[in-house]
Antibody, heavy 118, light 110 residues
Framework: EVRLVESAGGLVQPGGSLRLSCAASGFTFNNYAMTWVRQAPGKGLEWVSSISGSGGSTYYADSVRGRFTISRDNSKDAVYLRMNSLRAEDTAVYFC???????????WGQGTLVTVSS | QSALTQPASVSGSPGQSITISCSGTSSDVGGYNYVSWYQQHPGKAPQVMISDVSDRPSGVSNRFSGSKSGNTASLTISGLQAEDEADYYC??????????FGTGTKVTVL
């Protein structure tokens, strides 16, 4: 059974930083791209970032490029999202997801809430 | 990276069929057969219902089906049930990013 578990989010001040992690199990991790998706309160889904199975290719939404960094550790079956220069508009539930072929969000974690506020 | 366009809401009575549309461009929906559909109940994570336009993952009811014509994809729910009341999102692979999501559709069972 595929299982994706995000680390706890939390409350961060504007301009602050936070690193999310996602622990994966139930599939051969290094064979699959991984993706972070977020959902602001009461809003729709927004793609944030994706990383290839090897970690050699990374992709970012314009809204986070230059502030967020995605990475993975295939020895630990984990993917990370480092978030810097956080803004109020980054407040959202962040989900990690694995891929299936060119479907970059297939199985999803339960999500973790990140609140950016002073 | 503009969101795909979905109707804000769709409703139907139990037992009826409803269809949700997802409109994009030739750079996303129309250019690739990599459209997925997700169901999301309040406070829960999305669950994939359809991938690659019309493939249904194991465990998903055969009342859910997907199709595509040109730049528009569709999700049809037949034999509507109370448990189908949820938000539904489409997504597509694109020429400029791995994935873009639709604006979301709230399905109400009357």
């Amino acid at each position: 059974e595929v299982r994706l578990v995000e680390s706890a989010g939390g409350l961060v001040q504007p301009g602050g930083s936070l690193r999310l992690s996602c622990a994966a199990s139930g599939f051969t991790f290094n064979n699959y791209a991984m993706t972070w998706v977020r959902q602001a309160p009461g809003k729709g889904l927004e793609w944030v970032s994706s990383i290839s199975g090897s970690g050699g290719s990374t992709y970012y939404a314009d809204s986070v490029r230059g502030r967020f960094t995605i990475s993975r550790d295939n020895s630990k079956d984990a993917v990370y999202l480092r978030m810097n220069s956080l803004r109020a508009e980054d407040t959202a539930v962040y989900f990690c997801a694995n891929s299936r072929g060119y479907s970059y969000a297939y199985n999803w974690g339960q999500g973790t809430l990140v609140t950016v506020s002073s | 990276q503009s969101a795909l366009t979905q109707p804000a809401s769709v409703s139907g009575s139990p037992g009826q069929s409803i269809t949700i549309s997802c409109s994009g461009t030739s750079s996303d929906v129309g250019g690739y057969n990599y459209v997925s559909w997700y169901q999301q109940h309040p406070g829960k994570a999305p669950q994939v219902m359809i991938s690659d336009v019309s493939d249904r993952p194991s465990g998903v009811s055969n009342r859910f089906s997907g199709s595509k014509s040109g730049n528009t994809a569709s999700l049809t729910i037949s034999g509507l049930q109370a448990e189908d009341e949820a938000d539904y999102y489409c997504s597509s692979y694109t020429s400029s990013s791995p994935i873009v999501f639709g604006t979301g559709t709230k399905v109400t069972v009357l």
